[in-house]
């Protein structure tokens, strides 16, 4: 081979690289997450808070008590999607990496804390981990991956990872319903705007240090979770409407934000992600999802044990598989395997697209 005919094929392989890379999206290798028990892996444990479930029944399909935290019994929709990935069989924590010291902060962590949401008050009530708090571990993060690894490098992950995040139902729950201090302030519509500025400004700040590929979580069907089943005086086993009601129209309006987000934030591709209309659809259609019990958890009497009153010393159903809830929030690990999958072949897509 001749002198130019050297340059002019390697010329030919860098355009065909580039041409690959083009027409081939980045398969993303982190994902980060933000927002509530959906999400935490365990990043609440040894918190003074009542939001902890490092403690049995919680997650003892693992035997590994390192892998405690995950508010259901097994695991959450974050580690069916990394596993999913090919990136890795859990995403750790990112208070509690110790326990996995083969992990990296480089393929992805979970910043989420159980009990949390997009108001401020409805963490700092129990003691757990604040947006701006997990924001700033997310700082923290960056930096010390930099260090590691350089600013480039470093830039390329944040670039092509996947950030998800969830919030809102905790502070329905705790603000406006159980403990009314937010409903004195606000009507449900201005209260539900507050929620989406606060996430507006998260989102910015994410998409400031380079996050290009967002999802956020709609909420669940509130008024069914088998917490507020069961104080739903008088109506035994019914869900309370106005409650699901209240989250319709959250998710219409965060569908509107997520709209508007796009074209505020150019570079930006985020999806709004659908929980309402599955949690719905494996309530209702339970056998078609193999459930035979989508009112009751799995723990305890099944209408109000979570947390610390989900113990060992409660009793626990025989096969929570057949449960669409495991405690009297949080879903069974079953039921999340449905959520991520719907996850999967919708959402997902459009991200990596
Ligand atoms: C956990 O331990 C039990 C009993 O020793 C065993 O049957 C089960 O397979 C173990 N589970 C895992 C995920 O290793
Ligand atoms: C639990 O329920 C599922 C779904 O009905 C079933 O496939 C499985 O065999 C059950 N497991 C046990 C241990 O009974």
Request: glycine share 6%.
């Amino acid at each position: 081979m001749n002198r130019a005919t050297l340059i002019l094929s390697i010329l030919l392989s860098i355009a065909s690289l580039h041409c690959s890379t083009a027409a081939q999206p980045e398969k993303p290798t982190a994902v980060y997450a933000f927002g509530d028990a959906i999400f935490d892996t365990g990043n609440n444990n040894g918190l003074i808070t009542i939001c902890r479930a490092d403690h049995l029944p919680y997650a003892a399909v693992f035997n590994n008590t390192n892998s405690f935290g995950r508010f259901s019994n097994g695991l959450l929709p974050v580690d069916m999607l990394v596993r999913d990935l090919g990136i890795k069989p859990l995403l750790q924590p990112y208070l509690n990496r110790q326990n996995a010291p083969e992990d990296t902060l480089q393929t992805g962590v979970s910043f989420a804390s159980t009990c949390s949401g997009f108001d401020d008050l409805t963490a700092a009530e129990v003691g757990v981990h604040t947006m701006k708090k997990q924001y700033s571990y997310f700082e923290a993060a960056r930096e010390t991956m930099r260090q590691d690894i350089g600013d480039d490098d470093t830039d390329d992950i944040i670039r092509n990872a996947i950030y998800l995040i969830s919030g809102g139902t905790n502070d329905m729950l705790d603000n406006y319903y159980a403990i009314p201090i937010r409903r004195y302030m606000y009507t449900v519509s201005a209260y539900h705007d507050f929620l989406l500025s606060n996430l507006r400004d998260f989102v910015k700040k994410l998409y400031k240090l380079g996050a290009r590929k967002m999802g956020v979580l709609g909420m669940p069907p509130v008024g069914c979770l088998p917490l507020d089943v069961a104080a739903n005086f008088g109506k035994k086993n019914e869900c309370v409407e106005e409650h699901n009601s209240d989250a319709e129209q959250y998710n219409e309006r965060l569908e509107q934000y997520i709209n508007q987000f796009a074209t505020e934030m150019p570079l930006l591709t985020i999806v709004y992600v659908d929980v309402y209309n599955p949690m719905m659809d494996m309530k209702y259609d339970l056998v078609r999802y193999g459930f035979d019990q989508t009112i009751e958890g799995c723990c305890g009497s099944g209408s109000w044990e979570v947390g610390p009153f989900c113990s060992k010393y409660a009793r626990v159903c025989d096969n929570a598989t057949e449960y669409l809830f495991w405690d009297s929030v949080h879903p069974t690990q079953a039921a999340y395997r449905i959520l991520a999958k719907k996850f999967k072949d919708t959402s997902l897509s459009k991200l990596l697209a």
